[in-house]
């Protein structure tokens, strides 16, 4: 293992993190922010912030005392998704989800053993996107955004990662969930030579640990940076940004033999849909 320079490689990504974070954060402040307003400490009328987005969805209102209550909220229109199944609506985009899960899971036993025997040809790219530093990365996000943001005062930036937090918990709670029934054995985890056709209801019985499908790295930072994208839209490079962090992190799943292509297609659409279409839905 190469300890010392995938290290520092780690030491700069999370700089990197943190930087675009306090970036954001500034442009914010720049633009139009207001430092004498209060910070949010109860819900408030909802006004729209041009320079950010101008609209309901990217503009949602948000504070730590309202947060329980909006997570309840969530949580009760995710699980009674299947309700607005039944009446004719959204079948399109969740038969999109579920056709190409389903043809990634077909094609799962020939993309998994490619990248698990080519891993010594990636493992300094393993090393830099080990588990742990990814998750400090993801969590390293709002983190940066809530103290850059009550540093300037900035109330539009602290909802920013107030929301971006009840979007990681939102896509957790599911992607556990999933975790638990599916109990899918992880590439990492097939015998040499074992079989990549049967590994649903085959791996470990802890969903924090020995099941696969979905990838819970996926669902988090794609719910992250679907709030970030959105509340940043109208600066054209942020969604890129974010975005292409989102993808880095997630492909790094695969090529460490941590999740099949369709484990993180699923986190991914999981934490997206969860975030766009629930967390940032006006109030």
Partial sequence: MHQSCPMNRTHSRLAVSLIICIGVGGLNHAAAQDPSQNLPDAP????????HGGDPASDR?????????????????????????????????TAAIVGSTAVLIATDKNTAPYFRNHQGQLDDLNDTFNSYL???????VPAALLIAGYERQDDYQIQTAILAGEAYADSAIVDLAMKAVTR??????VPVNGSFSNTFFAGGQSPFKGSSFPSGHAAAVFSVATVVANRYHNHRWAPILAYGFASAISFSRITTSAHYASDVFMGAALGYT??????????
């Fill in 134 to 140: 990814t998750t400090g990365e993801v969590i390293a």
């Fill in 44 to 51: 408030s009328e909802i006004t729209f912030h041009p320079h």
């Fill in 184 to 189: 899918r054995k992880r590439p990492i985890d």
């Fill in 61 to 93: 209102q948000v504070s730590w005392r309202s947060l329980p209550g909006d997570f309840l909220h969530d949580q009760k229109e995710i699980w009674t998704f299947p309700l607005q199944l039944a009446k004719g609506k959204h079948w399109i985009p």
């Fill in 274 to 283: 969860i975030t766009k279409y629930a967390v940032l839905q006006p109030r």
